[in-house]
């Protein structure tokens, strides 16, 4: 079932989007945070190449500097929306594997 709303002001009117994106978060029209979250695992994925080739090179201090520049932040922006999701399992297995 489909709703036709229209939502305006003084004749100008908000145009109905398949996506958003707001402050660096992105969901669909059905408010799912699948597309989210596979954007996620390509940038954790590329900290997780960072940290492997980087680990022979320096100790633990600056591994954890590392981890939580590229890792941490990108991970835990916005958890509270999408980390509760099925799909979402595919970070969490990613975040395993890396460390």
Same mark, same amino acid.
């Given at each position: /079932? +489909?709703?036709? #709303?229209?939502i305006g002001f003084n004749n100008n009117f908000i145009t109905n989007s +398949?996506?958003?994106?707001?402050?660096?978060?992105? /969901?669909?029209?059905t408010l799912s945070w699948n597309n989210y979250v596979d954007l996620l695992v390509k940038k954790i994925s590329k900290a997780c190449?960072?940290?492997?080739? %980087?680990?022979?090179? /320096?100790?633990? #201090?600056? #591994?954890? %500097?590392i981890y939580y520049?590229?890792?941490?932040? %990108? /991970? +835990?922006? !916005?958890?509270?929306?999408?980390?509760n999701l099925l799909h979402s399992s595919i970070i969490f297995r990613?975040?395993?594997? !890396?460390?």
């Open positions: /079932m +489909s709703v036709n #709303l229209k +398949s996506y958003t994106k707001f402050l660096g978060l992105t /969901m669909n029209n190449y960072i940290i492997r080739n %980087v680990k022979t090179y /320096m100790s633990a #201090l600056p #591994l954890k %500097v520049a590229f890792f941490h932040s %990108v /991970m +835990s922006y !916005g958890i509270i929306f999408w980390g990613i975040q395993k594997k !890396g460390n």
